[in-house]
């Protein structure tokens, strides 16, 4: 990794992660603690899913302070069906999956490389083994699982057996052109963060984008999700758009949405990575 | 209307407007009739939908010019299943069709109010009578033709029957909540927008805005297009969108795609009243 | 005023503003009043900003409450320099101040009429007499104040003894095209908010769009801020651009600054109306 | 270089670009040309720019060609200080000038890994060592030119001495943090591409974005322009913002501004490097 040292001084902060059912007195509360540890509170969010009756809140702070009593306290003032934490210190360590494009593993390499992402990228795992010389320029491990005369289940139990031994906290599927069986999902569900080509309207099936240049659309979009038992249906971290118009051909088209896709994906792994996302439900409550 | 004339000096152009099967040669012999007529060209834009071979071009000149010949001598160079027009002189006239959102009608009425849309706005018709105070404040007539105790087929029979006396060239559905029968849809395809609220993805159904936000969506669009025989699936005009995010309740984000609504329907129509959009298959041809 | 009503059975909550030098515990107290008075707390926001060394909170609550009670105790908590306050309910009083063009004028009327602005406009003030029959149309009684034959201090005295006797809360610059005094400007600080045409970057002096157009810029913005003692320099509530290009004219760049300051005045209204805009020095916290 | 071929079958288009004062029938007489030699015109844009009354064309075409008289033929119908030319074939040849921080190069060095800048990077030279690994890492000479203990004058020699040796098409200031003498600007005038962050309203001077952070700006810009003798007041290219809050610091806007600067340099360049940008007194024309 190179090294582009964040100022030296800043003391690294605790983060304190709490959800829990709301119920009327929790922040008062909680800060209580805080305040008996003389925390020094540096930055701090809240917010209540009124739908879902469900309180989050993310908190930083500094001081020498016995942070796993902060929150074994907090712990025990929560309603039941809820948690604290403390986000570890130290960078995730994160596995990508990728296939032969690579626009959005690129800018992931570069962030890396730059110490921007709070991630520790323990390897790129790939069904193609196009993008091994690129990767390898930057130290990564590359690991080519061709899925070629396998059966899909032969195919993903390497891929997993794999995946045991690197053991990640977090996949990144950057591209990953393969689509995953249940039992995959499950095994790392909401572990699992995906881009998504999206468009308004969406289109569904092979070629969107040729679907798209057909309707006419103006804009070209991306999601990036996390991935659950629904696939596609995960919830949603982050969107963005850019426009186009008729003089953009699908092919257009198509590298507009790569560009966007890698903005949207850098981006929401970045907020992960750091733990501003907490899911309820379906939705993201992201404390930027 | 209220008076906020234009610079008076300057003199209303002529548009040409031609489109026609491609073929080698179209705008040199084009520009020559221009030539041949000393057509001043302030304006021009043409574009080749290649999929289609589909030759579009738009033509503002000026001068003391014949410019029926023009029409005239560029329709006969034109290969079979081409036509050229000049654009109307004075503007579209134009039936508004409502319900009870006020949002994209009251933009429509001011823009009108100081003539800004090339359109004269014969009448509003509306299912309900809940915006005829706010639209008679305009002088605009306003026509309730209510469909309690009708069927469909005789409700929509009673606004035919209304639009028949107005003659409009375009019909607006601005937020226009009656499902449209096929012989509706038929009898003005291609001379009706309709501005549909859309997501990424979009979600169909009842009560979009909740669905948006069950699912925790980050951006609001909303898209104008022509409505054809396939209803919402007609030519894409215009598409925005607007980010939102956790804080925005359902509510929220209802009046988030109000806002988008509003704003992409008005330029859309400005883009149509000024004969900028041309139809290629499903897609638009826009020159801007 | 047409009649939109929000749903009925909502009770209008009350909201407490906050703000006061930062020291730890703030937070754990005021909700501990707020408990202490058994308030059902519906939303929150904290802030503090770190440079200044400033605390922000507003708190929407509902319930059977002695509200002036939760304010004093409040205030009794805060250190020196602090202030809280219940937002008053009821709309805000407003004066709009306009000279010849419509489009911000009208956006805020319209968005009035369907009570959308939490605003009660008491008047119109123009040095010009263009918009009158505009103005009228909505109900709202229009002042020309003709600043012809007259000095600028004549002028403003005018202006000022017609705004002493409506006695707004606040004044909006919607469009407003003369030069205030100091003397003016000292009289409303911080009441007022301007709309202000900006580029990327800034062009000062005349004919702000011929600039644009000259340099050829891509995108056109605009600001919404209050105005201070330093005019232009005051704190920025809300800004947003849209892209252009080389095909459009200086003509076609004004009217997309005036699409845009439309939009952006509109938004800046509502948060500022809605108590969601704090400043802290030249900055604005906003609560959204 | 890593290959990533584009479709092999499609035969290279050339592009013909073509600027002179307008006069009536130029598109006519060129598409003449253009049809006795059998081109095949696959794309083609004009634009007049009616203030500087000067013509632009860009036309790209296919066929077996004898694209030098092509050329010729045009040249001599031209108006007197008016020019055609062919785009070259091949790539641009591109040295990066850099300092310190590597968000614009680093986005740079990847497109041109992956071919998608139609620019071949001969060196990046910089006064600084810090980005020789990274640089390096992708196979492009990186060449440490240090200012410390040389005079401007004497470190500038330096710079364009090995400029000569490497005889560039194109400079590109990607975040090169040194102030240019006239003579180096003059040396390189319109030859030269820079990225400058730009707010609204413009802040000049030392620590811009804190500045920006201090006003409370509410969008970050970042406007890609050509160095021209007024070095930051040359022509802009490309414009861009990205939103930003009271909640980012002076440090956050300052990551944000990177986030905007990458992408708008990268884009800018990909037009200049296809010939899609043709200079109109101090504005572009680009045909995108």
Redesign the interface.
């Known amino acids: 990794m ?1 090294n ?1 040292p964040s100022s030296p001084a800043t003391p690294v902060p605790h983060v304190l992660l709490v959800e829990c059912p709301d119920r ?2 929790l ?2 509360e909680i ?2 603690v ?2 008996r540890h003389h925390c ?3 930055s ?1 969010h ?2 209540v ?2 739908e879902g009756n469900r309180f989050f809140m993310r908190t930083e702070f500094t001081g020498e302070v016995d942070a796993a009593s902060v929150v074994n306290e907090t712990k025990q003032l929560l309603p039941e069906g809820g948690n604290a934490r403390l986000a570890q210190h130290g960078k995730r360590r994160v596995v990508l999956l990728a296939s032969r494009e ?1 626009h959005c593993l ?2 992931l390499l ?1 962030r890396h ?2 110490d921007e992402l709070n991630a520790e990228l323990l390897a790129v795992i790939s069904n193609h083994d196009t993008l091994r ?2 990767v390898e ?2 130290g990564i491990p590359f690991h080519h699982v061709s899925h070629e005369g396998k059966s899909r289940e032969d195919h993903e139990a390497a891929v997993m057996a794999l995946l045991d031994t690197l053991n990640p906290e977090w996949l990144v599927l950057a591209k990953y052109m393969r689509v995953l069986s249940t039992r995959f999902v499950t095994a790392y569900a909401r572990r699992m963060v995906n881009i998504h080509h ?5 289109f569904v099936g092979a070629k969107p984008y040729q679907q798209a ?7 070209i ?1 991306a ?1 990036a999700h996390f991935v659950t038992e629904q696939l596609d ?1 995960g ?7 850019i ?1 186009v ?3 953009h ?1 699908a092919a257009d088209m198509a590298q507009a949405g790569r ?1 966007v896709e890698q ?1 949207v994906l850098s981006r929401a792994l970045k907020l992960v990575f750091e733990d501003r996302v907490f899911l ?7 404390f ?1």
């Open positions: 190179l582009q009327r007195g922040v008062h800060t209580g805080l305040l020094n509170v540096t701090n809240e917010f899913d009124v690579h690129a800018d570069v490389a730059f010389p690129f320029k930057f999206s468009f308004l309207p969406a240049f057909e309707r006419g659309v103006k804009v979009g999601t249906e919830p949603i971290i982050l969107q963005q758009v426009p118009d008729h003089t051909s560009d903005i309820s439900g379906n939705r993201t409550i992201i930027d």
